[in-house]
């Protein structure tokens, strides 16, 4: 490419001079075009094929810089897993209605010792019936122990069938 001046560039690409020099400048930071001191300035693009290997060096050193961020991250996180006093409990807190059953299903099954439940009573009553009664039904074999938390049900609520809460022991 010749030497150009900024009103070249200007008139050619039909913008103001002075983003014409903004963007010489920025890429003349990155070592893509040649600022030639002269009155007026002038700028030359570097050879394409210097170009190319500039900004393919530019991106590996931007990959290798990630690449030990995200080692050092790695490490952090390792290392506050190994600090970490393991509780044997498992806390989900999900939204989307296929992952919450095919989750509290998991850890159903998962469970050794015992599952604390934290739900509405209208949640219950229709979801552990309908989507978990097989799951509940292995963990109890196992002798896995349930602790289920609830509101109150209404008087019209309470009134509902279900097989698996008649087995409960309701502790107020």
């Not at 590996?60 to 044997?88: H, R, S, V, W, Y």
């Not at 059953?101 to 309908?130: C, E, H, M």
């Not at 279900?162 to 107020?172: A, G, H, R, T």
């Amino acid at each position: 490419m010749d030497r150009v001046t900024a009103k070249t560039v200007s008139q050619h690409v039909k913008v103001a001079r002075e983003i014409v020099y903004q963007a010489m400048h920025a890429l003349g930071e990155k070592g893509l075009v040649e600022v030639l001191m002269a009155s007026p300035k002038r700028f030359r693009a570097v050879p394409m094929e210097e170009a190319v290997d500039l900004l393919l060096k530019n991106k590996n050193m931007e990959l290798k810089e990630l690449n030990a961020k995200a080692q050092i991250l790695l490490n952090t996180f390792k290392e506050k897993q190994k600090n970490d006093i393991p509780t044997g409990r498992t806390n989900l807190h999900l939204y989307s209605q296929k992952m919450v059953v095919k989750r509290i299903s998991q850890a159903i099954d998962r469970a050794q010792k015992s599952i604390d439940l934290y739900i509405t009573w209208k949640r219950f009553s229709q979801g552990i019936t309908n989507s978990f009664a097989e799951n509940i039904k292995r963990a109890l074999a196992r002798n896995v122990k349930f602790r289920i938390v609830m509101e109150k049900p209404e008087e019209t609520a309470s009134k509902h069938k279900c097989s698996f809460v008649n087995s409960l022991q309701i502790v107020s």
